[in-house]
């Protein structure tokens, strides 16, 4: 049973920094998508970033790449963690932030495709 739980959620003001942490346990894939999504109030879940563990290719939403950093560290073959260094800020970055796994195959950012999900984490951004 794969089990996510996210964390590092909180207020900053715009042009702030947050890091937030999705530690991954219990899966038995060598390569899996590992995803982080973000759900704002009244609008889609969509996805921000994602990792494909085994291989370290990395995925980004246009509007975050080159301010958010995706990453990860394997303590061994069944628990990871998967960092969201998220720079520069914006308000509307704003959004309830979920990490999420799958395995090989398909589109890192259909979030159809992701069968564990974390209990979420609110980031929270002030003009």
């Known amino acids: 049973q794969v089990q996510l739980v996210d964390s590092g959620g909180g207020s900053v003001q715009a042009g702030g920094s947050l890091t937030l942490s999705c530690a991954v346990s219990?899966?038995?894939?060598?390569?899996?998508?590992i995803a982080w999504f973000r759900q704002a109030p009244g609008k889609e879940r969509e996805g921000v970033a994602a990792?494909?563990?085994?291989?370290?290719?990395?995925?980004?939403?246009d509007s975050v790449a080159g301010r958010f950093t995706i990453s990860q560290v394997s303590l061994d073959n069944a628990k990871n963690t998967v960092y969201l260094q998220m720079n520069s800020l914006k308000p509307e970055d704003t959004a309830m932030y979920y990490c999420?796994?799958?395995?090989?195959?398909?589109?890192?950012?259909?979030?159809?495709?992701?069968?564990?999900w974390g209990q979420g984490t609110q980031v929270t951004v002030s003009s």
């Open positions: 999420a796994a799958k395995g090989m195959g398909g589109t890192w950012r259909n979030v159809d495709e992701y069968n564990y």
């Open positions: 219990g899966y038995t894939y060598r390569r899996m998508y």
């Open positions: 990792i494909y563990s085994g291989v370290g290719s990395t995925y980004y939403l």
